[in-house]
């Protein structure tokens, strides 16, 4: 089922997202809106082409993969502009370049993916207000990228290929963690998940190992920097009310951890379940930024999701940073933008719920079996005689 026409639209409605999205985030357009490609040319070791993790004064807070993709676009983009030192310019055209690569992989591998599983991939999520406004905006396209090669490649029976991109994608963004185990499951035979585990966690390592030998203390600096950060865009802020609260923190933990463990022990097919999964760690993360939501959109594309939750979720999440700049301090509950992410992250909830009920795991029938599980029980406890 290899329809080369819809390829080609899929990898048309992906490239004209990306387009628009690097427009609107450029010096082109006016007004524009922020992204962080644009934040980390105000650090002078950026501007400067000092290599990242190189040094304390060098520190990057995320994986390796990411600061190899920041670099490149620095030195790129000073070849590009011909300016001694580079210059903004060059170095954001070498970032929208890159990125553009990256979507026509996705675009492919979507449909590949797609194909494989006997679907019609819908190549209008790549049109998705959220790509458009976060596709050019941190590395989560990349990110986005290696997930779904990994989910595609498995499928295809790849494994070892399959691991490689897995392990790209943990020193990329760490949140394809949660994938790891989906995989593990599908797996049979102690010898294949030995084998996979072991290749995927190898590979990630190989990225980190040489900042272990030249910057060990980046790892400090790392721990510091995320532990000392508060919550961010996560709904349970509203709850806690603080968003640097350390038991906010831990609930988002236990019920990331509920989530998860209820996703692994569902019987389902690989790619709703590792959508399921990687909303359960959004859902319980206490940093859910909204350009985090750009990894589900290949997946839902392969899905053809057609629930309005779709909408709801990508309208939402598009208005936290549209909303961002409206009120002082962005982070606190009662504010516009964080409103939004409460709706976000209900949206996510009921559409994730939404996905698992079309794979043959509704809520409510769960609901029901174990309420009339636990009737029968009592019953048969009390006998037929006893007292009412």
Known sequence: MFD???????ITSAVAGIVLSSFIHSNWSVPNIYSDITSFWGRSWVSGGQVP????????????????????SRVLGGALSGVAGGDYTGYY?????????????????????????????????????????????????????FIILCLQLF????????????????????????????????????????????LSLAVAAA?????????????????????????????????????????????????????????YTLKMPLVPRSFIALSAYLLGTYIYAPQFNVMLIPLMAVLAVTSPFVYLLDVFNALIILTWFTVPDSTHP?????AMA???????????????????HSLISWIRVRTGKQRWHQERLQGPDAPL
């Open 93 to 145: 055209l070498a970032f929208c370049a890159f990125s553009l690569l990256a979507i026509i992989a996705i675009a492919w591998s979507t449909w590949r993916l797609a194909s494989d599983l006997g679907v019609r991939v819908n190549p209008l999520y790549f049109l998705l207000p959220t790509m458009i406004i976060y596709g050019i905006y941190n590395f989560d396209l990349f990110n986005a990228l």
């Open 53 to 72: 993790y190189s040094s304390s004064g060098a520190f990057l807070e995320y994986p390796p993969v990411s600061g190899a993709i920041l670099y490149a």
């Open 342 to 360: 409460l709706l976000r992250s209900s949206s996510l909830a009921l559409l994730s719920l939404s996905i698992a009920s079309s794979s043959g």
């Open 155 to 198: 499928v295809e029976k790849k494994k070892g290929l399959s691991a490689v991109t897995l392990g790209v994608a943990l020193a990329t963004k760490f949140v394809a963690v949660v994938l790891l185990p989906i995989f593990l499951l599908e797996l049979v035979g102690t010898k294949e998940r030995v084998r996979y585990l072991v």
């Open 207 to 263: 990225f980190f190992i040489p900042i272990a030998i030249f910057n060990f203390g980046y790892f400090s600096q790392f721990y510091s920097f995320y532990s000392g950060w508060g919550l961010e865009d996560a709904w349970y802020v509203w709850i806690f009310g603080d968003p640097f609260s350390s038991l906010a923190k831990t609930f988002g933990l236990i019920v990331m951890g509920v989530l998860l463990l209820r996703v």
């Open 334 to 338: 009662w504010t516009l933008p964080q």
């Open 4 to 10: 080369r026409r819809l390829l080609a639209g899929t």
